[in-house]
C-alpha cells in the first residue's frame, strides 16, 4: 500500500502521464480533422486521465503537508494550482455526468418571431423580436433574439435580449444565440383563424395522412409538397387557396429565424472558481521561482 | 498606414543585420544600437494595431494578419527590454534569434496567406474575452521565442558556463511565460468558448494543440524538478514546446479544421 502511495505521488509518473496525453493529443487532432474526436470517450483517454487525477491529488496532499511544516518559509502556490486542477477536472466530469444524465435538456430550436418553445424546465420561451445589426459593408456585427420566459401561464422574464456572447442564463440551463437565417414558409390559416408556417422538411395532418413540405417558391406562391396516406404516397403542388386538412394556405412567404442552443451544465461555476484558483496559483507559484532564478 | 509593417520590417531587419556583425566579435560586446531599432519596429506594428483597431472599432486582433503584426511586435518588444534590463545576463545570440523569428512572422504577415483587409469581427468573436484570450496567449508564446532561442543554443553550445546562462534565460522566459499563457490560452479561451459556442471545452484541434503545447511547457518545469543535472532533456522539451505553439497557429489553421477555423 505504501508503495502504490509513493508510485501515485511521484512526479516521475506525472511526467510519463503528461508525455502521453501529449503524444495521444496530437495523434487525435489529426484524426478527428473537424469533429470531436472518439479517442477522448475512450478507456485509452479515461484510464491515463483518471491516473493523473490520483497522481495530482496525492502528489497535492504530500506537498502541502511537508509545506505546512516549513513554517515561514512555505510556499503554497503550487497547492493552489494544484487544487485549480482538481477542481476544474472535477467539473468536467460533473459537466459531463449531468449532460449525459439529462440528455433532452441539451437542444437547439429555430425560431420565428411569435413562435415559442418548452424549455428543458419546463419554462415557455417565446421570441418577441429578431434584430440583426451590420456593418456599413453589410456583413453581421450582432445577432439579437429578444425572448419571454413564462411559466404556468405567468410571465417571469417579460423581454430578455439574447445576444452572441451574451447568452440567457436559468440557473444550470443556458440559452445561446448560435446562429440566425431565413427561411421560406407557407403560411396557412386554420378554420378557427389560427395561423401556423410551415417549412421545408415539416410536416402536418392533411387529413388523409400526413403532408410534409419539400420547397417553397416565393416567385409564383407554389409549394411542393410530398402527401402520404393508406394508399401510397405522392408529390403534389400547393398555391394560394389549397387545402391542407383543416388549414388553407394563405401565402409563401420568407421568415427570419433564430437559431437557439439550450445547454444544461450544473457544474460550469464550479469551473469557473477551478479555472481562477489555477491562475493565481500558477502567477504565484512562477513569480516567485522567477524570483529566485534572477537572483 | 500600409507602409508602416514594411517600415517595422525594415527597422527588423536592420537590427538583425547589425546584431549578426557583433555576434562574432571576440570580446562579446553587444552593440549599442540595434536595440532601439527594435523598438521603433514595435512602435511601428503598435501603430498598426491602434490604426486597425481604430478602424473597425474592436481590438485588431481577429485577424492572421493581425495576430502577426503583434506577436512580432511583442517579440521586438521583449527583445527590446531583455537587452535594457539589468538583472540577467545578457546574451547576444538570444537577442539576434528573437529577432529573427520576429521578421520571420512579419514576412508571414506580408504574404498571402495572411490576408489584409481591414475588416470588422464577426459576432462570436466580439467579446472581451476573445481580446484576453489572443492577447494574452500571444504575450506567453512571445517569452517561449526566447526559451525556444534559449534552449537550442544549450543545446548547441559546448562552453558549460555559456551552457549555464543559456539555461537561466530559458528557465527565466518559460516561468515568465507559462502563467501568461495559462490565463489567456487556456483560461480565457475557455471562458470565450463557452459564451460563445455554449461549451467551455470541445477538444477542437486548436484547444488540443493549445493544451499539448500547455503541457509541453508543464513537462519542462516539472522536470526542473526532479533532474538536477543540467543536461539536455529539459532544453528539448523547451525547443518542442515552442515548435507546438506554432503549429497551435499555423498548422491548425492551414491543415487541421474546426471550432476555430473562421
Not at chain 2, 31 to 52: K, Y
Not at chain 2, 112 to 129: E, T
Request: glycine share 8%; net charge positive.
Amino acid at each position: 500500500m505504501r508503495k502504490l502511495l509513493n508510485a501515485l505521488k511521484s512526479v516521475k509518473l506525472t511526467l510519463v502521464l503528461i508525455g502521453y496525453l501529449l503524444l495521444t493529443g496530437i495523434a487525435a487532432s489529426f484524426r478527428s480533422q473537424g469533429h470531436e474526436s472518439d479517442f477522448y470517450g475512450s478507456l485509452l483517454f479515461y484510464i491515463p486521465a483518471f491516473l493523473f487525477f490520483a497522481n495530482l491529488a496525492a502528489c497535492s496532499a504530500d506537498r502541502f503537508t511537508r509545506e505546512l511544516k516549513k513554517g515561514k518559509a512555505r510556499r503554497h502556490g503550487p497547492d493552489i494550482l494544484h487544487l485549480g486542477l482538481i477542481l476544474l477536472l472535477m467539473g468536467a466530469v460533473l459537466g459531463q455526468a449531468a449532460k449525459q444524465s439529462h440528455p433532452s435538456w441539451q437542444g437547439f430550436a429555430r425560431l420565428g418571431v411569435g413562435e415559442a418553445v418548452e424549455l428543458p424546465n419546463g419554462k415557455l420561451l417565446a421570441l418577441k423580436a429578431l434584430d440583426s445589426e451590420r456593418y456599413a459593408d453589410g456583413r453581421p456585427k450582432d445577432w439579437i433574439s429578444t425572448v419571454e420566459v413564462s411559466a404556468a401561464g405567468k410571465t417571469i422574464l417579460p423581454a430578455y435580449r439574447i445576444r452572441v456572447n451574451h447568452p440567457l442564463r436559468m440557473g444550470s440551463l443556458s440559452i445561446f444565440q448560435v446562429s440566425y437565417g431565413s427561411e421560406r414558409v407557407l403560411e396557412l390559416i386554420g378554420s378557427s383563424g389560427a395561423r401556423r408556417s410551415l417549412a421545408a422538411g415539416e410536416y402536418i395532418d392533411s387529413g388523409e395522412g400526413k403532408l410534409m413540405l419539400m420547397s417553397v417558391d416565393l416567385n409564383s406562391g407554389i409549394a411542393i409538397a410530398r402527401a402520404e396516406s393508406a394508399t401510397g404516397a405522392k408529390m403534389i403542388s400547393l398555391t394560394i387557396g389549397s387545402k391542407v386538412g383543416a388549414f388553407t394556405v394563405v401565402r409563401a412567404k420568407e421568415v427570419d429565424l433564430s437559431g437557439l442552443q439550450a445547454v444544461y451544465d450544473p457544474a460550469y461555476p464550479l469551473v469557473i472558481v477551478a479555472l481562477m484558483v489555477a491562475v493565481l496559483g500558477v502567477f504565484i507559484t512562477l513569480f516567485r521561482k522567477l524570483g529566485d532564478i534572477v537572483e | 498606414m500600409n507602409a508602416l509593417p514594411t517600415i517595422a520590417f525594415v527597422f527588423i531587419c536592420a537590427s538583425a543585420a547589425v546584431q549578426g556583425a557583433f555576434l562574432f566579435r571576440k570580446d562579446g560586446k553587444a552593440d549599442p544600437v540595434s536595440h532601439w531599432a527594435l523598438l521603433a519596429a514595435f512602435l511601428a506594428l503598435a501603430a498598426v494595431t491602434i490604426v486597425r483597431s481604430a478602424g473597425i472599432g474592436f481590438p485588431a486582433l481577429t485577424g492572421t494578419f493581425e495576430s502577426l503584426v503583434f506577436f512580432s511586435g511583442i517579440i521586438c518588444l521583449i527583445a527590446w527590454s531583455y537587452r535594457i534590463q539589468k538583472r540577467l545576463v545578457f546574451l547576444s545570440l538570444v537577442q539576434f534569434g528573437a529577432t529573427i523569428i520576429a521578421a520571420a512572422l512579419l514576412a508571414v504577415a506580408s504574404s498571402p496567406i495572411a490576408p489584409k483587409d481591414v475588416l470588422a469581427p464577426i459576432p462570436a468573436l466580439r467579446s472581451g474575452w476573445l481580446v484576453l484570450h489572443v492577447s494574452l496567449s500571444f504575450i506567453g508564446e512571445s517569452f517561449f521565442v526566447a526559451s525556444f532561442v534559449a534552449s537550442l543554443a544549450f543545446l548547441a553550445s559546448k562552453d558549460e558556463r555559456k551552457k549555464a546562462d543559456y539555461d537561466k534565460i530559458a528557465y527565466t522566459a518559460v516561468a515568465a511565460g507559462y502563467p501568461i499563457f495559462t490565463a489567456g490560452a487556456l483560461v480565457f479561451g475557455a471562458i470565450w468558448a463557452e459564451q460563445a459556442w455554449g461549451s467551455w471545452w470541445s477538444w477542437d484541434p486548436k484547444e488540443i494543440w493549445a493544451l499539448v503545447t500547455w503541457l509541453a511547457y508543464t513537462a519542462y518545469l516539472h522536470l526542473r524538478l526532479v533532474r538536477k543535472k543540467k543536461d539536455a532533456l529539459p532544453s528539448i522539451v523547451a525547443a518542442l514546446g515552442f515548435l507546438c505553439a506554432l503549429f497551435t497557429f499555423f498548422g491548425v489553421n492551414f491543415l487541421l479544421t474546426g471550432l476555430h477555423s473562421y
